[in-house]
């Protein structure tokens, strides 16, 4: 069967931005993937999706204008409904045949087969392929039904009829026109109140010829490009902004670079259809301003790609890609330049007014600011967070350093105090960021003013950790004061939903405890934290442990280590989060040992006999040996154990368990000879206890019971 290529688009007011990669990705994938349901496609059929941000459209190869017939075999009902004692047909099968067509003859035909316990009836028909037409219109009306429309828009659209009235359309944005061709001919299907056509409109001000017309399916983007001044695809366009930028950059010389920031190359990508990148600049005056500000507000409120120098510091100079491509560019750059002056001048008069006020002054007022309605104000959480911190701090070795202290108390209480500063009003990223400019400014020190602005941090997977130990004290002390009061009045993440992102909290903990060289417990922390709230929260010590560890569990298997070599470790509850890895690495080593398996399921074994036998003494009165095997295994424990005992101390828990892995034989010959629930009460006992030592020396560093098949 002959094959031609097939163009759908759909062309429509300015979508939104942010959704429009997602949009196009969808609009093309449920297309082709509901005409390769229906047969209409090749198997080596491929989609292209274009996306600008007036179309969404789709290129298929090798469609098919009629699907083939296909072979179905349907299940009707079971023999013993269908027919009766002497073999006809009940009326309940007669009705069921009609129903897909059939008559009475069709009876002979069909075939009995084996469906669970009973017979069933099986009825083979020839079921005609769909055609283009028809398969088409099915899959554009599920394509646009999928569409991951982030907000519904009704809009009337004029019917066709003797008396004119109005029809009510729900899309994201007013649809004006529908293509579909099939190589060069227009399949007649219908969408959003448009029928199907061969033409579409190109760029509102640069486009050739209105409309542009289609000669077939195959020259969509060359005739656009060509005719319409639009680049229609959404890679192809972001692929030519930031080679643009790149241009543009080097033209201005002296190193300068554009800021990278792929998330705000999608945006202006989804703005604009024929990319012309300007450069523009600002009075250097408003350098003084901290540069988080000037580039934040460049890039969130104008979509401006700030210049910064080989030093990463910003310049003077901006990028604007324009969606239009005059002769004299000059009217764009100045419009621009003037645009961008006055949010600028904005963010220098709130960074000086800031300035007049210390951020000490500011405490006061955090009591006036509403946290949680259950938890209280920001002074209120500002008091809890210092608590916590000073806790920390005291199970430090820097505890006995007053300056230390000092520079804690005072980050943990100024931290949040930048949330009352114009600048962060206007700009909620900058908090933290903020404070750190201003401490600096009060003179507090390098150490506080880092703290301040890194208390948040990590804000993200991969983010860097706060940069001093003053701030991993009072970060961890803000994390643990959210993961404590959350969970203590019971407010938790759900499904996908986590509003005050614990979730991020909990990672943040975890790599801060890892990474940061915290030699603190985990219980420890959070039980220290609790009393902090008085009786606003219930506890939440065993919710909130279970909860980090999760979080801890997930991240080392992202790391590549195996469910079971995790399991095995984080069983234990591990307090001190920084040997995990070297735990880990340990199980990894002893698990490729020959020996790790036999002992695995010995160690799970050892498990299952202590915890039928309830409370058991850890004592062995060698007195008591009745057997060779007991005696030879207490022999070679007596040796390894105290040496498995001081590499576990030392820190070494590879030689540690790979000292342990020569118990192989003793406990493989004990098992075998020795019965260890005696009928005599004092040998069985102190066969469990002997058991009971071992276990706990094997237990140790991680739980390798886990490892057992």
């Not at 949009?23 to 999706?49: C, E, I, R, Y």
């Not at 000059?330 to 709130?350: M, Y």
């Not at 071992?694 to 886990?706: I, K, Q, Y």
Request: hydrophobic letters at 45%; a negative charge.
């Amino acid at each position: 069967m002959t094959t031609q290529n097939l163009l759908i688009e759909l062309f429509v007011e300015e979508l939104p931005p942010k959704a429009l990669q997602k949009l196009g990705d969808a609009f093309s994938s449920v297309l082709f993937d509901q005409l390769k349901v229906q047969g209409l496609t090749a198997t080596n059929s491929v989609v292209t999706a274009y996306a600008s941000p007036r179309r969404l459209a789709a290129h298929i190869t090798a469609v098919s204008a009629l699907a083939a017939d296909k072979a179905v075999q349907q299940k009707l009902m079971p023999v013993t409904v269908g027919l009766d004692a002497s073999g006809n047909a009940t009326p309940a099968l007669l009705k069921k045949l009609q129903a897909l067509g059939a008559g009475p003859e069709a009876v002979a035909q069909l075939k009995r087969a084996p469906d669970g316990k009973a017979e069933a009836l099986f009825y083979d028909s020839i079921v005609k392929g769909a055609s283009l037409a028809d398969g088409l219109q099915k899959a554009l009306s599920e394509a646009i039904a999928k569409l991951p429309i982030p907000k519904v828009m009704s809009y009337q659209l004029e019917t066709d009829c003797e008396l004119p009235g109005w029809s009510s359309v729900n899309f994201v944005r007013p649809a004006h026109s529908l293509i579909a061709l099939h190589g060069s001919t227009v399949v007649p299907v219908k969408a959003l109140g448009l029928t199907a056509g061969n033409s579409t409109q190109g760029h509102r001000f640069e486009a050739k010829v209105s409309p542009v017309v289609l000669v077939n399916a195959d020259m969509y983007a060359e005739t656009l490009a060509k005719d319409g001044a639009v680049i229609a695809s959404f890679t192809e366009r972001r692929a030519e902004i930031a080679r643009q930028l790149e241009a543009a950059a080097a033209k201005v010389g002296g190193g300068v670079k554009a800021i990278d920031d792929a998330a705000l190359l999608d945006e202006v990508t989804a703005l604009v259809e024929r990319p012309n990148v300007l450069v523009c600049e600002f009075e250097k005056q408003f350098l003084d301003v901290p540069q988080e500000c000037l580039i934040l507000t460049m890039k969130a409120n104008q979509k401006y790609f700030p210049l910064l120098d080989a030093a990463g510091k910003l310049t003077n100079k901006f990028l604007v890609v324009s969606n239009i491509t005059p002769d004299d560019a000059s009217a764009v750059t100045g419009g621009n330049e003037r645009v961008v002056r006055p949010r600028l001048a904005d963010a220098k008069f709130f960074f000086d007014q800031d300035r007049k006020k210390t951020l000490a002054s500011r405490v006061d007022g955090l009591a006036k600011v509403v946290y949680h309605n259950k938890l209280g104000t920001q002074g209120e959480r500002t008091d809890r967070v210092c608590a916590i911190a000073k806790g920390i701090a005291a199970l430090l070795p820097q505890a006995k350093d007053a300056a230390f202290v000092q520079a804690v108390d005072t980050a943990a209480q100024l931290a949040k105090t930048d949330l009352l500063t114009d600048m962060v009003g206007e700009f909620p990223e900058l908090q933290g960021i903020m404070g750190g400019y201003y401490a600096r400014h009060d003179g507090l020190g390098e150490d506080v003013a880092q703290a301040i602005e890194d208390h948040y941090k990590p804000r993200f997977a991969g983010d860097e950790l706060p940069r001093n130990t003053v701030g991993v004290v009072v970060a961890l002390a803000d994390k643990l004061e959210t993961l404590v009061g959350m969970f203590g009045i019971g407010n938790l993440p759900t499904g996908d939903k986590d509003p005050f992102a614990l979730r991020r909290h909990a990672l943040g903990v975890v790599r801060m405890l890892s990474e940061a060289n915290l030699d603190v417990g985990l219980d420890a922390l959070i039980a220290q934290a609790i009393p902090t709230f008085g009786d606003k929260i219930t506890d939440p010590a065993a919710a909130l442990s279970l909860f980090i560890y999760d979080r801890l569990s997930g991240g080392l298997r992202e790391q590549g280590y195996s469910a079971q070599e995790v399991e095995a470790v984080l069983a234990l509850r591990p307090q001190r989060l920084t040997d995990v890895s070297k735990r880990l690495e340990a199980v990894r080593a002893f698990a490729a040992l020959p020996e790790a398996s036999a002992l695995a399921a010995a160690n799970k074994r050892i498990g299952n006999v202590l915890k039928k036998a309830g409370e058991v003494d850890a004592h062995v009165n060698t007195a008591l040996f009745k057997e060779d095997a007991e005696q030879a295994l207490y022999t070679v424990m007596q040796k390894l154990l105290p040496e498995s005992e001081a590499q576990f101390n030392a820190g070494d828990y590879t030689a540690s368990l790979q000292t342990l892995a020569t118990l192989r034989s003793p406990v493989d010959a004990f098992f075998d000879d020795v019965m260890v629930n005696a009928e005599e009460m004092d040998l069985r006992l102190n066969r469990q206890g002997m058991l009971k030592k071992l276990h706990e020396a094997m237990n140790r560093v991680a739980d390798l019971s886990a490892l057992a098949s």
